[in-house]
């Protein structure tokens, strides 16, 4: 996903739009770039890293500035196709973060044979405003523009005729506005605004903003003004930093029983569950909960589905965001649909939620960005106050949003039983082991010796098996599956050979057994066992062994010695770990 930012004041734009772009590395990029002026108009552009970028800008100091992380849609992964891109006539320069489906059309009607210096929808969009800017104010001809796109943007324009301001406009992809005295800077998720802003805006779509160093005024697109209320911002800079932790994902791996309190206080007054009633009651009112999400997510819904069902009654379907979307499953009687998504920005999602809404069924997004589209658009959100989740492979939300759910399962439940005190109970195990985590690694190095593995495990176990598998492919690489324990001996059993990887969950009575011989029988075929097992479970030979909670909420626990095994599996393989090669954050394209 793209990351764009902009600054117009009395700070040093350079500096600001530089650390703001750091801010979104995460989101995933394959080249960044930025445009200065500092009495002059400078434009630097690299393919790779910001760091790279940052190498190549000859000044120190700018009173404007944007900046762009590019995700390569349109065009190639080349200098020419990094942002900024100039107009025809070199008048304006702009960065833009989304998609413009009728690009082409629109140049072949208004550009003619006007020569182009990239293969992107961007340029298209800066030499537009160019043209209408002949024969209308530049506010006007960037509106006029706006109007005629199909797609999405977030974008920033630059006027060199005009120093003084900045342009800015947003329609589904996401735009955070932020004032300091003396300054104003712009971007496309919080993290941008961290340390450069005390209080912010999140832009609604189809919103036009004309912003000088010291304030800016919001614009529907046909130039009305619009009123707003800015909001604090309550990120500290520390939140978003790594600390003493050598990487982002290992510091949040550790964040996870600190997240859980965290939740616990912000959900329970005492032993009352602090949820809105008129949402439980919204929920109450369903016969059916279809749970959406991505990747971790979806993971996390997997897990919640039997938190619902055992706690709310409810019968619980989890399905992926992206098949729902085009492929939606026979929807009957009186649906509730949870979108769970750390970003909030999920594009997957975003095409779901506009069905959702068409068809007048109630919908809750539970995220970690209370300021994201999903959040916005949905008719309640719940916050899962997991803090900046910066590593691309998602950790801390999936437990966070695991909780939050399980609280919300609760609330809706005629049982009663102290679910704070089980709650607490997990985060103090996850404590204990992530003090012992330095076993982890030597177990990496004895059993991860092929370029395949599997997790197996029956139950809840499976369904964290499969989360497991995931952070194991999508930082170290090893091709990876998450396995019924049960379901092996059915085919994929002849995959087993010399040594194959395999890793087992055990942590509930009721499996622990079959999942037991699920171990000998792949064992027999030689592959190479590692057990991680809760006490009550454990065997002599088990090399995990996690405190006892209730199996309930064992998945919050035994997530976390996979989560370290594909930690280390990766720093053994020199891989990146925080931006794994292919991936983003946040998938804001379907
Ligand atoms: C998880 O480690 C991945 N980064 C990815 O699967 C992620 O969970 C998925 O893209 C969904 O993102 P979301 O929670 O922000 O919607």
Redesign the pocket.
Known sequence: MCGIVGYIGEGNAKEIVLRGLHRLEYRGYDSAGVGLYDGKYHVFKEKGRIDALEKTIALNKASLGIGHTRWATHGRVTKENAHPHASYDERFLVVHNGVIDNYKTLAERYLGGKARKSETDSEVFASLVASFAKDHPVDVAIREVLKLLEGSYAVLVVDKENPGTLYAAKHKSPLLIGKRNGGVVIGSDMMALVGAADNYLALEDETFVRITSDNFSLYDLEGDILPYRLQKIDIDAFESDKGEFPHYMLKEIHEQPAVLRRIITKYFDDSEVRIDQALLQKIKMCDRIHIL??????HAGLVVKDMLETFALVPTEVHIASEFAHHPPLIAGNPFFIL???????AD?RACLTDIKQEGHPSLTVTNVRTSTLAREADDYLEIHAGPEIA????K?YTAQIAVLTILAYALSEQSFDLKRELAEVAQAMEQFLDKQEKIRPLVKKYLTKPHAFYIGRGLDYAVCLEAA??LK?ISYIHTEGFASGELKHGTIALIEENTPVIALISNAKTAAYTRSGINEVKSRGANTLVIACESFQEAEDAIVLDDVNPTFAPMLTVIPTQLIAYYAALERGNDIDKPRN?A???TVE
């Open positions: 999400a991505a990747g971790t997510s979806m769970i998504s750390q970003s909030g920005e999920t999602l691309v492979a998602s950790t939300a995931l952070k999508e991936l954050k946040s998938v």
